[in-house]
Nanobody, 116 residues
Framework: QVPFVESGGGLVQTGASLRLSCAAS????????MSWYRQAPGKERELVAR????????NYADSVKGRFTSSRGNDKNTVYLHMNSLKPEDTDGYYC?????????WGQGTQVTVSS
């Protein structure tokens, strides 16, 4: 069973906003920190955001700080990435991961494309 199902991506213009969702399964969701990554074909996967198990603390890559916010709904086993002021350089596939999974399995991701 795929542990993560990402959704919410799309094609938007510069300056737009999107909210990505990641539905998780197969583990006790509320016990683990969750992370968002992004990756384009042929490029390294980049850590975008991390949120602790109960959402008390978040960390962001410098490239998205002040524009992206992560939150989570432990009652829904879902983590979110709220993306504002999108730029063309944010174009990528976006993936989530948990501290429990540690990169062992990846979902299909959700594609974000920002046009200039």
């Amino acid at each position: 069973q795929v542990p993560f199902v990402e959704s919410g991506g799309g094609l938007v213009q510069t300056g737009a906003s999107l909210r990505l969702s990641c539905a998780a399964s197969v583990f006790t969701f509320s016990s683990y920190a969750m992370s968002w990554y992004r990756q384009a074909p042929g490029k390294e996967r980049e850590l975008v955001a991390r949120i602790t198990s109960y959402g008390g603390s978040t960390n962001y890559a410098d490239s998205v700080k002040g524009r992206f916010t992560s939150s989570r709904g432990n009652d829904k086993n879902t983590v979110y990435l709220h993306m504002n002021s999108l730029k063309p350089e944010d174009t990528d596939g976006y993936y989530c991961d948990s501290a429990y999974n540690g990169g062992a399995y990846w979902g299909q991701g959700t594609q974000v494309t920002v046009s200039s």
